[in-house]
């Protein structure tokens, strides 16, 4: 049997979440300066930010209570404040980051988040590069 990869949702500790309700956030876009380049840190670029959370919504749904869920405006807010803040060569970095931000809600169970770099420095004709991973709570 294959062993599976840290991070892959074959691994017991990333595996699928015990819920398949989902709360997604896409198209969080935030001026940021990440990158090894000094070009990158000096004038930033726009990052484009995805994430999906893995969450029981059963008892915010029953009782109408945004205390039992995420409140994805504040979440947003605190994406976004990650994004602009300190720099990090990798995006990986910067999505482990977003990630920890995420977790940090009690009920989230799982995390999936994408980091979006449409204006990464490519000498050639591309869409976008974009880095996912996938959490889950410790």
Known sequence: METPVPGSFGDAAYGPPDTA????????????????????????????????LFLDTAPAAAGDDLTRTVHYGELAEDLARVVEGEPVDLIETLAQRLADV???RELVQVAEVSVHKPAAPIPLPFDDVIVTITRRRA
Not at 21 to 49: N, P, Y
């Open 21 to 52: 309700d989902r709360i997604s956030l896409r198209g969080l876009r935030v001026r940021g300066r990440h990158g090894v380049l000094a070009a990158e840190r000096e004038l930033g670029q726009e990052f484009v930010v995805d994430v999906t």
């Open 102 to 104: 995420c977790l940090a």
